[in-house]
């Protein structure tokens, strides 16, 4: 996957984000799939992303917008995946494993 782009840069991390999806979008693809696996996590989910929505003031020159809804990105995929998964392993190892394996390949990420 070879989509790069110049402008733009996670508020976190302060790499160039690349993926360009919102993390309000990514929040519903997680949980879509802990619709299945893990219901009972979501309200922690959607608090978790609220926080981070929250956090974030977006730079002036800042420009980068969602490919799905067009929202302001702020936090890179990576970022948002990284702190979802440390919510998930306070919990449960097993899942935080699944979900690594799911949505970090997704952006073909090299850990
Ligand atoms: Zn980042
Ligand atoms: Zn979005």
């Not at 696996?37 to 980068?64: F, G, Q, R, W, Y």
Request: proline content about 3%.
């Amino acid at each position: 996957m070879e989509q790069e782009k110049e402008e733009g840069t996670c508020v976190q991390c302060n790499r160039v984000i690349s993926n360009p999806i919102c993390i309000s979008c990514l929040r519903q693809q997680v949980e879509d799939w802990l619709i299945d696996t893990k219901p009972m996590l979501i309200s922690k989910l959607n608090k978790k992303t609220e926080k981070m929505n929250e956090h974030e003031s977006v730079p002036a020159d800042h420009d980068v917008s969602c490919v799905k809804c067009g929202n302001d990105i702020t936090v890179c995929y990576d970022c948002y995946i990284a702190e979802i998964s440390k919510m998930m392993n306070v919990r449960d190892s097993e899942l935080v494993g699944k979900f690594n394996r799911i949505f970090r390949f997704n952006v073909g990420l090299s850990y």
